[in-house]
């Protein structure tokens, strides 16, 4: 069994993270997530077998951010399929997580769903025949189904937050909600967005939510099939290329796998048959990042052998 392997791989690399004095910086654009103390580092690895792996802060929630945008892109696959590809493009943006520039050449349809424009777009699909409220519960029982755990919830906090100072973002969606990409009234799909992006997670909590990607799919613990093996595949390839911003192609270069930040500091990749990972450092980088996240990660590939462009 690769176990006693992992764990004390994944011990080795959270000692090694705690040493280091570089930390990146917190996000300060939202307020809430300005008062995160910058110390935290969890690491959960779960394995093909269900073997968990962790280390540090693996049980302390955080403020999961854009890691959700991996989650409402399933489920609204799951309720329009490829017509969501109408909506929004899975081209890499190479601009920054909140950026206007290219929706005007591309009539307000977003690059990626993962760029905030793009998942503004995404929320708002799930959104259409419903009140926020129910959208917002079947999002958020999603996750705790996925996880296995009822108890996830949402930080009302750091939405009321970002609700304040969302600025950008009020922007994106009132330029797309002109080209008609974003056809709910803007403040309901925005605050729908804003609270899927204030769910709160664990790193152990996150890895075990995302084990379907890594997996065909299914969820190896309960057996389950969330989605057909195409669609998981197709998730893990837009990960790849756009889940990291402008800083996707250097995540590949260094990490090698699937993953998705998140301004609070998550990341979650997936080791197609083998595992999934969820990391957690407050500190960025340039591109809005995870920077020990990442460290972290291209240190367990390159340990472990993971990364799906060879060992
Ligand atoms: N809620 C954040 C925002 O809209 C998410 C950004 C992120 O995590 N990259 O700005």
Same mark, same amino acid.
């Given at each position: ?74 489920? =609204? ?154 669609? =998981? ?41 083998? =595992? ?36």
């Amino acid at each position: 069994s690769l176990a006693p392997h992992l764990r004390s791989v994944v011990e080795e690399i959270a000692y090694e993270m705690r040493q280091r004095s570089d930390r990146g910086t917190v996000a300060r654009y939202i307020p809430e997530l300005a008062r995160v103390d910058p110390q935290g580092f969890g690491l959960v690895v779960i394995d093909a077998d269900g073997t968990i792996a962790a280390a540090g802060d693996s049980e302390t929630p955080f403020s999961i951010q854009s890691v959700s945008k991996v989650f409402t892109l399933t489920l =609204a696959l799951g309720m329009v399929g490829d017509a969501l590809w109408k909506r929004v493009g899975r081209e890499p943006s190479g601009s920054p997580f909140n950026s206007i520039v290219q929706l005007e050449r591309e009539q307000g349809v977003p690059r990626n769903p993962f760029i905030n424009a793009g998942a503004i777009a995404v929320t708002d699909v799930i959104l259409s025949g419903h009140q926020p409220r129910e959208a917002l519960g079947e999002i958020l029982r999603f996750m705790q189904a996925l996880a296995n755990d009822p108890t996830i919830a949402i930080d009302e906090a750091v939405a009321a937050s970002e609700k304040r100072t969302g600025f950008r973002n009020v922007a994106l969606a009132n330029y797309m909600k002109s080209f008609g990409v974003v056809e709910n009234p803007v403040d309901y799909t925005l605050g729908v967005y804003f609270h899927h992006c204030a769910i709160s997670m664990s790193c152990r909590q996150l890895a075990t939510a995302g084990r379907f990607l890594a997996h065909s799919g299914r969820n190896p613990a309960t057996g389950l099939s969330v989605i057909p093996p195409e669609r =998981a595949r197709r998730i893990n390839a837009v990960m790849l290329t756009c889940g990291h911003y402008d800083g996707s192609g250097e995540f590949a270069y260094r990490v090698g796998l699937p993953g998705k930040s998140g301004v609070g500091g998550g990341i979650l990749a997936i080791a197609p048959g083998r =595992a999934s990972i969820a990391v957690w450092s407050p500190g960025l980088d340039e591109s809005g990042n995870s920077h020990l996240g990442r460290i972290a990660l291209e240190s367990l590939t390159k340990r472990m052998g993971w990364s799906i462009f060879g060992a």
